[in-house]
């Protein structure tokens, strides 16, 4: 049986672009304590490298990287403006219930491997912005140069001298 080509795409790199800039604060939603965790990663990233307010949403921990947790979305100081999403397939349901309980979040991001086009659709008809199957780590340092930190060749020639 072939492929069924989706029907759903994610925003132009210039509109990711334009989401990361208008971003002020992150919710990170399945973040782990395990630093062998991706999410743990992009944590630390987003905390050393970005702007960014982080909290992360975890009922099984209590603190990540030095910073309080909170059990739901709900729980947090105040609305964020992106959720990011590291959860299993199956959860991503009631991840969208919980954003969507929320007045004022701008951003659904799901990471890599999350990718369900039902779920864009209902986030979208309520005027959230959605992004699948995309690291919001990798995405930023892309966009604001940082790839090579990661060790990715970025190709990108300039003639700005690398601080030290």
Same mark, same amino acid.
């Given at each position: 049986?072939?492929?069924? /080509?989706?029907?759903?795409?994610?925003?132009?790199?210039?509109?990711?672009?334009?989401?990361?800039?208008?971003?002020?604060?992150?919710?990170?939603?399945?973040?782990? /304590?395990?630093?062998?965790?991706?999410?743990?990663?992009?944590?630390?990233?987003?905390?050393?490298?970005?702007?960014?307010?982080?909290?992360?949403?975890? /009922?099984?921990?209590?603190?990540?990287?030095?910073?309080?947790?909170? /059990?739901?979305? &709900?729980?947090?100081?105040?609305?964020?403006?992106?959720?990011?999403?590291?959860?299993?397939?199956?959860?991503?349901? $009631?991840?969208?219930?919980?954003?969507?309980?929320?007045?004022?979040?701008?951003?659904?991001?799901?990471?890599?491997?999350?990718?369900?086009?039902?779920? &864009?659709?209902? &986030?979208?008809?309520? $005027?959230? &912005?959605?992004?699948?199957?995309?690291?919001?780590?990798?995405?930023?340092?892309?966009?604001?140069? $940082?790839?090579?930190?990661?060790?990715?060749?970025?190709?990108?020639?300039?003639?700005?001298?690398?601080?030290?």
């Amino acid at each position: 049986m072939g492929t069924v /080509p989706n029907s759903w795409a994610n925003p132009s790199a210039l509109a990711r672009q334009r989401i990361l800039r208008e971003t002020r604060t992150v919710a990170m939603v399945g973040a782990s /304590p395990n630093p062998a965790r991706a999410s743990n990663f992009v944590a630390t990233y987003l905390l050393a490298s970005t702007d960014y307010d982080v909290w992360f949403v975890n /009922p099984n921990a209590t603190e990540i990287l030095g910073r309080p947790v909170y /059990p739901t979305l &709900a729980d947090l100081p105040a609305v964020p403006d992106m959720v990011d999403t590291f959860r299993r397939p199956e959860d991503l349901g $009631g991840v969208l219930d919980e954003v969507l309980a929320l007045d004022g979040v701008k951003t659904w991001w799901l990471q890599f491997g999350l990718w369900d086009e039902a779920l &864009a659709a209902k &986030a979208e008809a309520a $005027g959230l &912005a959605v992004v699948m199957d995309r690291c919001l780590k990798v995405e930023h340092a892309r966009f604001h140069g $940082g790839l090579h930190l990661a060790g990715f060749d970025t190709g990108v020639i300039s003639a700005r001298r690398r601080e030290a």
